[in-house]
Every structure is written in C-alpha cells, then in structure tokens.
C-alpha cells in the first residue's frame, strides 16, 4: 500500500493545480462548462464630446473587433459623424454588417440610416443587422420637444431601415452574439441607479409609467484577464449592468469599463458610491466618454486610486486594447 502513496499525492496535486486561480482570469481552469474567453479586443471611439481630429459631438459610437469580428456598437448624434470620423481615421466600416444600438435616444441612433445607405453601396450587407433591446420601439411622450426623445425617432427609423433590407434582431435576454461576446438584453434594476433623462413617460400595457429606457443594454466582453464592459449611457446603471453581467456570464474581475455612464450630473456621494461598487468588482481601468463627465471620471480616479493612464476621459479616436490598454488623444492625457 505505501508503494502507491507517493503516486496518489501526485495525482492529488495535479488534480488541485487544476483549480488554482488563473491570475484576473476570475479563478477557474478549462473546461467543457467554462464560458468562452475572447484573445483579442480593440475598441475604437467614433463618436463622443472631445475630438483632437475628427468631429466632437453629444452622442456616442464605438468599433468593435474581437477575434476577428467587426461589430458597430451606436451610430452617433448626428447623421455623417459617425461616417466622417471613420473617414478621417482612415476606418473602413463597410465590412461591417452587425451594428448594436443600446437604446432609442437619437444620440445613439441618429447616424445609422447614412451609414446604411453610404455603406452598402459597396457592400448590400454592410450594417444590415441590427441588434435591439426589447422596449426600444415603444411610444414615447413627455414635458419636452427634443426629436432626440420625443416622438421616439425608431419608430420611423424601423420602417426606413427595413425599407433597405436592413433587420432588427430584439433582445430580450442575455445572448452571446459570438463566443466570448455577450449582448444583455434589457438589464434589471437592482439598485437605484437612476441616471436617465426625467420628464419622459413610456407606454407600457394600457397606460404610461416613467421613462427608465427599459431596453437599454449593454456589451460584455469575457477575456483571460476578466470581463470588459461597452455602454452607450448605461441608463440601467454601469453597477446594475455589471452584477447582471457577472451573474449570468462569471463573477469574474472587472478588467476595464468603456463608454458612456451617464454621470456627468451625479452628485459626489453617487460617484463614491459607484466607484466603492467597481472597487468590488476589481475594477482596473476606465474610459469615461460621452455622458460619463469628465469632473466624474476625474472622482472616479481619485475614489479607485487609480492614474492618468488607467481611468481616462474617451476621445474620438481613442482605443481600448486587451494587450495595450487604453490610448485617448493628447487633450485628454
């Protein structure tokens, strides 16, 4: 029998290195049940307030490219932003046939019908896909004339979207739209993070409630070094978005979260208490852009301790890389 027990602790400990945490990688090893990872992701901003080249505006838009895959997420403000910026960073988006639109504000959305119609000129499938959250075509009424919320613009947009053969795929749950990418779907309200325009009123069944922009979703990116969050506002709350993520994909480490957080008006204690939530998550870098603000970003880099490098205000033609981090333009350095 001691012959043996020299074999059997090895065994033992192979068995056990097995389980040893990967380093930011979230603690689990291979295997047939683990959730997909993504080797590659570059995230480059087209559409945001502060532009060194290119056109600045209140509206958000970024490329996509994982593992090979090019995916538009938002189309910006205004109709030839998102088309000129691409242009002017010497960008061809016309290989691209998926485009996601976080939510309905026109500052999201406004951009898509150009790009459609420039774009499939040279190729008929060039953003002919477009991905939704459920809500996103419901009526729309409020205290207010903008066209950026009232009437909801995609009530139009998906008649003439459709017109050109282009398709809304509605979410209604979390999907991986590829391996290691995954689209929420409309994120639940946990936590009262109520960072969305007031005013506006939604139809829902036989009445209207408060607008909270139900469909608002998000993109979640799970790699080795843990998960990457994309949002257009986060309206549903970049820590609602988050949890929800890190329950249905891996209660991994944060690695980075991009885009816009609908900050800009938050008072000191809210940011101190999102920033004290992503310590949690481990959170290790951010590009704050659009409505994140950028006195918000600055009390976020305080709160987490982190540097100029790391906790960033998002530019036009800034980059998040998995390998590199985050590059922003010279104004926002």
């Not at 978005?241 to 609908?262: D, N, S």
Request: aromatic share 8%.
């Amino acid at each position: 029998m001691r012959r043996f027990l020299p074999f059997v602790a090895v065994i033992m400990l192979a068995l056990a290195g097995g389980w040893i945490a990967r380093g930011r990688s979230g603690g689990r090893s291979p295997s047939a049940n683990s959730p997909r990872e993504l080797q590659s992701l570059k995230v480059t901003i087209l559409s945001t307030m502060l532009a060194d080249e290119g056109i600045g505006e209140w509206g958000f838009a970024a490329l996509v490219e994982a593992d090979g895959k090019r995916i538009l997420f938002d189309t910006g403000a205004r109709p030839n932003t998102v088309l000129e910026n691409a242009k002017e960073l010497k960008i061809d988006l016309s290989g691209v046939q998926d485009v996601i639109l976080s939510h309905f504000h026109g500052d999201h959305t406004t951009g898509l019908m150009t790009l459609r119609s420039d774009l499939s000129k040279s190729n008929p499938a060039a953003l002919s896909r477009a991905h939704v959250g459920k809500g996103i075509f419901l009526e729309r009424r409020g205290r207010t004339s903008d066209p950026m919320y009232i009437p909801n613009p995609m009530i139009a947009m998906k008649k003439e979207y459709e017109a050109t053969g282009g398709k809304f795929i509605e979410h209604d749950k979390p999907e991986e739209i590829q391996p290691g990418m995954w689209l929420t779907g409309p994120v639940p309200r946990v936590y009262p993070e109520k960072n969305y325009p007031g005013g506006i009123e939604v139809a829902k069944g036989e009445g209207w409630a408060e607008d909270e922009v139900p469909e608002d979703q998000a993109l979640v990116f799970n790699t080795p070094r843990g998960l990457v969050l994309l949002t257009g506002c986060g309206h549903a709350g970049i820590i609602n978005t988050l949890q929800y993520a890190r329950k249905f994909i891996r209660p991994a480490p944060v690695e980075a979260a991009l885009g816009g957080f609908h900050l800009f008006n938050a008072k000191d204690e809210t940011l101190d208490w999102t920033a004290d939530k992503l310590k949690e998550f481990g959170i290790v870098q951010i590009l704050g852009a659009h409505c994140t603000g950028i006195e918000s970003v600055y009390r976020l880099r305080q709160r987490l301790g982190l540097s100029r490098r790391t906790c960033v205000v998002g530019t036009v033609g800034a980059v998040f890389d998995l390998k590199d981090g985050i590059h922003t333009g010279p104004i926002a350095q």
